[in-house]
């Protein structure tokens, strides 16, 4: 999960989202794959459980889909071991990018 602000001083989190087919290759890869739940399912009713608390606490949570390959890639370009805190980096990343896109594009609109 990652922070940011938008113009509103609503706080954004960013909150790493796993597809079900992407669960296991992401335990696979983790140094802390003994910290990860050992199914989807597992995973899925903790975020959605975690969501909601952030959400009933008044943050914008923005999902920010975590794709195994693309993982792997970002951490081998700057030498981090795939973990708990390069994947919160990645999220932190990803949400950073998707804002800037999105800023790009209102203002064209």
């Known amino acids: 999960m990652e922070n940011l602000s938008d113009s509103h001083d609503t706080m954004i989190v960013g909150f790493a989202w796993y597809r079900p087919d992407q669960w296991q290759r992401v335990r696979e890869i983790s140094t802390d794959e003994d910290d990860l739940h050992d199914s989807y399912i597992e995973w899925l009713l903790s975020a959605e459980e975690r969501l909601q608390e952030l959400r009933s606490s008044g943050f914008r949570v923005e999902k920010v889909d975590v794709d ?26 990803r949400l950073s990018e998707l804002d800037q896109n999105r800023s790009l594009f209102e203002r064209r609109t």
């Open 68 to 93: 195994s390959e693309a993982l792997i890639l970002w951490c081998n370009e700057r030498g981090l071991e795939i973990n708990g805190e390069a994947r919160s980096r990645y999220v932190a990343e």
